[in-house]
């Protein structure tokens, strides 16, 4: 499904591209300042490319990827290729936001990176669940290895998760308090999900009460 959904994106692009290139500027935004405005022009024909050829890269990736890990971890195949094609999508979202800007509509980039972070967030938060370790082997110390991976696992992937939700309604905030907001949630997502891990060791590996042996 994530391969077709990317095929789609990759075509959707071709024929936009085709479709609008004769009506932009020559020159259009390659690069936005803090508070999302314009900051420096390319010309048309060198964004687009390089977006095209970024999206393209990414696919193919996708595919070569997906059909190595299909051979041998196959239980991982969509996780990669969510993953994947989340990253297709942001292109296309900040490519569509560049070609607005530059058709002289105004649009503000800003939003674009609570939003992308949100959903890139959530996403692997969510994919991250599929890494489950098999805690019932017959050596202990492997056992309990993968004890801890799992619960450390549980712990990032509700974090990011969480992370990723609270992101998303910054695109409604003013956009000069956007930016701190979004730092801000990146930043306490980070320093909890650090802490956190680390006191899942130290109550797995460190408290007496825990050890494997």
């Not at 420096?40 to 970024?54: A, D, E, L, N, R």
Request: proline share 5%; glycine share 8%.
């Amino acid at each position: 499904m994530s391969k077709f959904l990317g095929a789609i994106l990759l075509v959707g692009f071709v024929i936009s591209s085709f479709l609008i290139y004769p009506m932009l500027p020559d020159q259009i935004p390659n690069a936005f300042a803090n508070y999302g405005e314009p900051s420096s022009y390319s010309s048309k024909f060198s964004v687009m490319i390089s977006f095209g050829i970024g999206i393209f890269t990414v696919y193919l990736t996708m595919l070569f990827v997906s059909r190595i890990i299909q051979s041998k971890y196959q239980r991982f195949q969509k996780g990669i290729e969510g993953i994947f094609l989340i990253i297709i999508l942001l292109l296309s979202v900040v490519y569509s936001g560049i070609i607005v800007n530059g058709l002289e509509l105004n649009f503000n980039m800003l939003p674009l990176v609570p939003l992308s972070v949100g959903l890139s967030l959530i996403v692997t938060g969510n994919e991250i669940q599929r890494y489950k370790a098999n805690d019932h082997t017959a050596i202990p110390l492997i056992n309990a290895h993968n004890d801890l991976w799992n619960k450390v696992r549980h712990f990032v992937a509700k974090g990011l998760f969480i992370g990723g939700l609270l992101m998303l309604p910054c695109v409604f905030f003013p956009v000069k308090s956007l930016l701190i907001i979004f730092l801000t949630i990146l930043g306490l997502l980070i320093a909890i999900l650090l802490l956190g891990s680390y006191q899942i060791y130290k109550k797995h590996y460190i408290n007496p009460s825990n050890k494997p042996f």
